[in-house]
Every structure is written in C-alpha cells, then in structure tokens.
C-alpha cells in the first residue's frame, strides 16, 4: 500500500490546515503520555514539532511555505503573551516584593549577562550576538517555574516568592530590552551609525508612549465601557483582541516591535474593572497560540544535526542550569532565605524560558551565529525547560540531604543565633505558630487578642522584619531543623501551630516536637485529606484540612443561598 491516494485525496485541502489538524492532534496524544508520566506539557509540544519536522510530513503539506504560515500564528501566541503579562503585571505585587525583585533579579540578571557575554564572545566575535545571546540564556521560564511550584503545592514557600520575585524583574527587562533590540539586530544595508539610530529610537519609543497613554486612560475605557452596554459576549471578546491587536501593530509600525505594543495594551486595561473578564476571555486564545509557538520551535530542530551535536548540547543544558542555579542560590542566601529554600528558588529559576526562545529565534534569522549554534543553542533552551519540572521534584529532598550533612545549619543571614535566643528568652507558657501566611496571622492574633503570648517562626526575611518592628517575638528560622525547636523554648510552650500546608515540613516538624515534648498540644494543618490521617499518626493532636473546610463552606453557603 502506497500514500499516493492519500496524498491524492489530500489534494484539496489547504497544506496549512492539514498541518494545523496534524499539529494539534499530535500535541493532545504526546501532552496526555507526558501528563500520565508527570511531566510538562510544554515539553510535549517542542517533542510534537521535532517529530513532525524530521518525518517528512511537511514536504507532503506544503514544505517551507506551511512552515512560514504557522510561525507566524506562532508570533500571534507571542503577542498574546505579552498581553496577557501587561494585563496580570501588579504594581502592589511589585512593591511587595520589591526588595527581592529588584536587588535579587538585579544580581541575577546581571551576572548572567556580564559571564555569558563573555563566555559568548569565544563562540562568535560579533558584540550584539554575544548581548542577544547573554540575555536570552539569563531569562527564566516564568510559565514552567511557577506551575511547577503550584503542582508541589509550594506555590506560597519563601522560595517560590523568591522565583516570583525574579521573574518580574526578568519580565520589566525584557521589555526594555525588546525595545532596544532594533539596534542590536543588523539592517541589511544600513551603515548608519548607532547615535542617529538611538536618536529616532527615542522619538519613537515617545511617540508611542504619548499614544498608548491616550489609547489607555481614555479610548481603550471608553470602549469597552461602550461594549459592555451591548451585554455582548462576542463584541466584547473582538474588541480586546482588537486593542491588543491594534496596539501592537502601532508598535510594528513604528519599528518598536509588535510584542513591546502588546504589553503597552496589556498595562492600559491591567488596572480597570474588565481586568478579569479579559483574563478570561483570552487565556484560552493565548494557550492554543503558545501552543503552536513551541511547536514551531520543535519544527526548526534537526534530528541528524542534534544527533551530531549531541555533545555540545547536553554541555551546554548541564552548564546552563547548573551554573543558573548556584548563581540564584547564593543570592537567595545573601537576601536572607534558608538554604533549602533558596535552593528551590535557584532550581526553580534555572532552565531558560519562552523569551529565551523567541529572542533566538529572531537573533536566528540575521546570521550572528551559524545553523550548528543556532540548533546547540534552541535544543539546550528546550531540554532545560523540558527538565525543570523533574528536577524541582528532587529540590526539597536534595535540600534535607544537604543539610542533615550540616549544609548551611546553624548559619542563618542577618539573622545570629545569639540574638534570637535574647529575643525569646522572657517567654513562658507561649504558643508557637510556625508560618505567618494568612492562617499565620489571623491565628495569631486571635491568640494574642486572647491574652496568649506569641512566638512566630517564619521563613520569610521580609515578613521577620516588619514582626520584628511590630515586637513581636519572632525567628528567622526553618520548622525542620533541629535547632529551631531548641530556640522557640518548646518545653515552656503550652502549643504549636503549623499553619503552612506542606505536609512534608509538617511531618518533620512533628517528629522534632514529639521527641522533645510528648505532651504538647500539636495543631497542624494539611492541603490534602490524604495527609490527615499521615499527621495524626506523626503526632497531631488535631490536623486542619483545606479540602475539608472549602466543602464545608462551600455547603453552608449553598445551603444560604438556597434559604435553607
């Protein structure tokens, strides 16, 4: 049996449909072998591009010609992207963290780029693609990190604010940097000079800032204020497409890139009440456009050219994250986090990420470096991304195995063991409530409107000092070790609260506690009903369970509702 009556019978249909359905098809059966593995997703699309890529496939559906028409729906997921980071972009999350954003993605940004730029000038001479390339290996992947924080129910550890905190940093510079990149990027037969071009890149970087600053506080409001009234789902859908569209195409225009006017659309409605219905409205657009992206990435890989380059790629992908990850985790130490914790912000933060591949594809096409880098450097980007989640995983159990071989204990940042002890030394009769998130702090200051006295440990360096400035008893120090419980004066406490939900913490928590009082009242917390029976075992005189007690408001709110 040959394929000519398929072939034949395919005839008729648009190649770029044929591949779209092929693409599509192959992204659902690979994400659903990778998701029953455990795995990212993302992974599966980059594995369906160089599947499709190296079968043969494309010269069947068109050739070159398919493949330049799905890049360029790929661009559109990218648009998408930066529209959707303008819109979840918070300036109050910004301030938040700034400390950490700025000092912590400031050190890490910069050391990246300054040692890979200059490592890079070894593999080609040219300075803008050593820039382009030092940028693109720094940058992180925001999507992979935090989803995979999120899967590990980490998403609220220290570490994770950390991976957050650097992540917006590295979002605020890369917008900068798309809208420099003009310059970096050779214009065929140009000669002018960089100060002429800088000049008209201030012009028209103002131009469009002045225009989208109208666009946003009076035309983009105005508008959907207008659709709103329509009560029109549909109107309402094409009109936020058409801003974010418009936006970016005025920014092309204007030679400033179209993904810096999707930001610039994305911050004009970031801050107004159709904030969450857009979220809504476009996640499922940005998705299925990102999909394709990555895809996309997968199709420019050639399987013979990586089975040649083998070598230099996994160098390059060990290199890359390890290197990214020590970086981060001395920073992490230095801004005050414990080591385990900083080791999950420096593993989190270690692969590269979306922007790393878009800039490489743009750099890809103006020859500053030859097709051999070019395919090292998108598989390494790729297969890092690819890792992340699996290593993330190893994270805490190689974080406990570190420390049980006396890595880091008894050498917490800016915060001595001295000190701690005098600050605890007048207590008696006290709880001891470890974490102060949300449950933290509204237990807390029951406690303490109660007439009982108070002892936080907490992780957050941040949230120590501003304790700390209130006076309140607090330590900067980690529920899993061993001295911690020596420092909380456990054997005078009447209770301990552990209000974070990572059972694992918790587990190690309590048996330190047990060991040293028996007796003590043990109140602790758990994500999963699974856990729950875990921690009574463990020692827990009563264990909160978050699924148990959304249920049970959810019913008496539905019971309200209802007039029961």
């Not at 400390?99 to 593999?123: E, P």
Request: aromatic share 6%; net charge neutral; hydrophobic share 55%.
């Amino acid at each position: 049996m040959t394929l000519a009556p398929l072939i034949a019978a395919a005839e008729g249909i648009p190649p770029v449909f044929a591949l779209l359905a092929l693409m599509l098809v192959g992204v659902v059966l690979v994400s659903l072998l990778l998701l029953r593995l455990r795995q990212s997703m993302l992974a599966g699309y980059f594995i369906c591009g160089v599947v499709i890529a190296n079968s043969g496939v494309l010269d069947l559906l068109g050739g070159g010609e398919s493949h330049e028409r799905v890049s360029q729906m790929a661009e559109f997921g990218v648009v998408l992207l930066m529209f959707t980071l303008g819109l979840e972009f918070s300036l109050g999350e910004l301030r938040f963290l700034r400390r950490l954003a700025f000092v912590g993605g400031g050190w890490q940004m910069g050391l990246c780029v300054v040692v890979t730029a200059a490592t890079s000038t070894l593999i080609h001479p040219s300075w803008q693609g050593a820039v382009i390339l030092s940028v693109a290996l720094a940058m992180s992947s925001t999507a992979v990190s935090l989803k995979s924080f999120q899967d590990l129910g980490l998403e609220s550890s220290p570490g994770a604010r950390m991976a957050l905190a650097v992540a917006i940093f590295q979002d605020l510079f890369i917008i900068v940097f798309f809208l420099f990149l003009p310059l970096l990027l050779p214009e065929a037969g140009v000669e002018t000079s960089l100060l002429p071009r800088l000049g008209s890149l201030v012009l028209r970087g103002g131009a469009f800032v002045i225009l989208a600053g109208v666009a946003a506080r009076w035309v983009i409001p105005w508008l959907l204020n207008a659709v709103t009234h329509t009560r029109s789902r549909e109107l309402f859908t094409l009109s936020v497409i058409g801003s974010c569209v418009g936006l970016a195409f005025i920014g092309g225009l204007l030679d400033l890139g179209l993904a810096l006017g999707a930001f610039i659309a994305g911050l004009a409605v970031s801050e107004s009440i159709f904030k969450h219905r857009i979220l809504a409205d476009v996640m499922p657009l940005k998705d299925l456009f990102l999909t394709l992206f990555f895809v996309s990435v997968g199709l420019m890989i050639d399987i013979k050219a990586a089975a040649v380059l083998w070598l230099p790629i996994c160098g390059l992908t060990a290199t890359l994250m390890l290197a990214k990850a020590s970086l981060i985790t001395v920073i992490g130490r230095r801004l005050g986090l414990a080591h385990r914790q900083a080791l999950m912000a420096g593993i989190g933060l270690c692969s590269a990420g979306e922007f790393s591949l878009v800039l490489l594809q743009q750099a890809g096409g103006f020859a500053l470096w030859n097709n051999d880098t070019q395919q090292t450097l998108l598989a390494a980007s790729a297969l890092s991304m690819g890792l992340l989640p699996a290593l993330l995983k190893f994270g805490q159990p190689l974080g406990d195995w570190l420390v049980k071989r006396g890595w880091g204990r008894g050498k917490p940042v800016k915060f001595d063991a001295g000190s701690l002890r005098q600050r605890v030394a007048g207590l008696k009769d006290h709880a001891i409530i470890c974490g102060h998130g949300p449950v933290g702090e509204k237990l807390n200051k029951a406690l303490t409107d109660a007439g009982v006295r108070t002892l936080v440990v907490e992780l957050n360096a941040e949230t120590v000092r501003n304790l700390q400035r209130q006076g309140q008893a607090v330590l900067f120090a980690d529920a899993s070790h061993e001295e911690t419980w020596e420092l909380t004066k456990l054997k005078s406490a009447r209770m301990v609260a552990l209000t974070f939900p990572d059972a694992t913490v918790n587990a190690q928590a309590l048996a330190m506690i047990r060991e040293h009082r028996p007796d003590i009242a043990v109140l602790a917390r758990a994500r999963f009903s699974s856990d729950v029976d875990r921690l009574k075992r463990l020692g827990a005189t009563q264990v909160v369970n978050d699924e148990t007690e959304a249920s049970r408001a959810m019913e008496d709110a539905a019971l309200t509702l209802q007039g029961a």
